[in-house]
């Protein structure tokens, strides 16, 4: 138990860093000695559960108000498989996402490495899955818009640092990866609008 919450403990702080100090927080996780599965078991699993359970209880708990027409609510069963979904395609997302910007070095200077390309897309993802609490009161989740941007911020603070390109083309590089994040996370909203009954059994509450 102690484990798991210093292992909690360690994930918040280097959340907070990232957040408050971007900057020089990327100079130093540039240099850390790390693994794949350091950065997605030791990081992103743990912070990807924040707007999964958030998601579940606000849809099945609280659920959205409509002016003049009531509350509807998700049955349980439906926002834990979409929460399960999403949380699991958010991990896919990201990783692929690494890959793709390891795979874009090259053309924008900078050199390729797999671990340096998966920090980037590890950490710029604290943003928004910090905000998705927000998704325990679903009128509040068009906020994590603004999580999103600064994550965009952070993007192009971390592509010249972990990726060595030049702060010249750092802008191109970055555009051309919100590109490709773009199509990645629309693929993904439609895997996830696919699994049976995901977007079904909404319940009516006058």
Known sequence: MEKSMDI???????????????????????????????????????LAIIPAVASIIGMSAVGTRISFVGTFRLPLVNSLSMA???YVLTLIGIYILGLIINALA?????????????????????PSLVVGILYIVPA?????????????YLLYLAIPIMMGCPKEKA????????IVDIVVSIVISGLVSLVPGVGLGFRFLG
Request: proline share 1%; with cysteine.
């Open 8 to 46: 909690i403990r360690k994930v918040a702080q280097r959340a907070k860093e990232v957040l408050l100090r971007p900057g020089k927080t990327f100079e130093v996780i540039k240099d850390e000695a790390t693994t794949s599965r350091d950065l997605i078991f030791g990081y992103l699993v743990i």
């Open 84 to 86: 399960v979904v999403q």
């Open 106 to 126: 090259s053309s924008f200077s900078g050199v390729k490495n797999e671990i340096q390309a998966l920090k980037v897309a590890v950490y710029c993802a604290t």
């Open 140 to 152: 509040l989740s068009v906020l994590a818009i603004i999580a999103g941007l600064y994550g965009l």
């Open 171 to 178: 802008l191109g590089y970055t555009v051309v990866v919100i």
